[in-house]
């Protein structure tokens, strides 16, 4: 990059890169380092699929393919990692330069647009996952998996689990981890419910939200500590799933992250809809297999009144 344009563009407002047409950046302007939280080295020369969410891979394999018929795109929208783990909306302009094969992008961020996007998304995969839990082909299991993946989708550097609280109060049960190892999981199926038993056991105990921001420093985590450390997950946030009439707790909904920090409000209100939405398909299948079981029971008790008619007639 020429150094009169290079001064130029790291002393504008706006977002400037160049990659080559293998997706390399090659440049970053000052102000889109500092809105990620990069240096050069942490940015320059790397693939631009480093810092994207999955599911925008493939949307910009799409423009890299269509720049050779395409020159130009404008409001092309893509969410790129910061350095913090939080992506950023930005809308660019991309330019292909035929005489040198170089992709140059303009952008700007929508952070302001984000939240109201994240919403759309969590309402579209609420009444996408209520449609599941209405058919009886999905288990109760299967259906908060896919509300787990489309959670994780969303919040790309969350990673969150479900456990099912028993009858009797006393222990925690794996419903839904799909990003958790199975060793974790399997390590903390049947956890018994206490004062200092992590973050889900503990919510489930006090009946109330905890949020550990470092498991390495909190006492909560004192006897599963190394149990967890070897995955690199440094906080877990857990809210017990009350019942509708507030009598038990149903289970849990806990999210991890793999650096030491407290939720922000948008992962708040994230939160607080998805286990209210936990709560109606918990309670919604629970009442599901109730009602099987209860015409079972009556299917049979007809029978056997049937058969006992029957007798003295024969």
């Known amino acids: 990059m020429d150094a009169r344009l290079s001064f130029l563009f ?7 890169c160049v990659l080559d047409r293998t997706g390399t950046v090659l440049y970053t302007n000052t102000t889109l380092r500092k809105a990620l939280g990069y240096i050069e080295s942490d940015i320059n020369g790397k693939k631009a699929n480093e810092f994207s969410r999955p599911a925008d891979l493939k949307r910009r394999e799409e423009l890299l393919s269509n720049m050779g018929v395409y020159k130009e795109i404008i409001g092309y929208e893509s969410r790129i990692k910061a350095k913090n783990g939080r992506y950023f909306n930005i809308k660019w ?19 302001d647009i984000t939240n109201i ?29 896919e509300l787990i993946k489309g959670i994780e989708e969303i919040f790309p550097d969350m990673i969150c689990s479900v ?3 028993d ?25 018994v419910i206490g004062p200092k038993a992590g973050s889900c056991g503990t919510a489930v105990y006090h009946r109330t939200q905890v949020i550990v921001s470092n498991i390495e420093t909190d006492p909560l985590w004192e006897d599963y500590r190394e149990l967890i450390r070897p995955y690199g997950l440094k906080a877990c946030w857990s809210t017990p799933i009350m019942s509708s009439n507030s009598s038990q707790v ?8 793999t650096a030491a920090r407290e939720p922000k409000d948008n992962e708040l209100q994230m ?4 286990t209210n939405i936990l709560r109606i398909l918990i309670e919604n299948k629970k009442n599901q297999y109730h009602v ?4 079972k029971r009556l299917q049979e008790i007809a029978s056997i009144s049937s058969h006992e008619l029957r007798r003295p007639v024969a």
């Open 93 to 111: 302009s991309v330019i292909l330069n035929d005489e040198d094969d170089l992709i140059y992008a303009t952008g700007s961020s929508l952070r």
């Open 271 to 274: 939160i607080e809809r998805t």
């Open 117 to 145: 996007q994240i919403q759309q998304l969590i309402l579209a995969l609420e009444k996408k996952v209520l449609e599941l839990n209405a058919s009886t082909l999905y288990s109760l299991s299967q259906t908060i998996n």
């Open 292 to 295: 099987k079981d209860q015409n």
């Open 167 to 191: 009858e009797a109060q006393e222990k925690v049960y794996h419903i839904s981890g799909p990003r958790l190892p199975d060793e974790y999981c399997n390590a903390i199926n049947g956890t």
């Open 10 to 16: 790291d002393h504008s407002n706006d977002f400037f």
């Open 163 to 165: 456990l099912e609280v």
């Open 250 to 257: 149903l289970a849990t909904f806990a999210v991890y992250c």
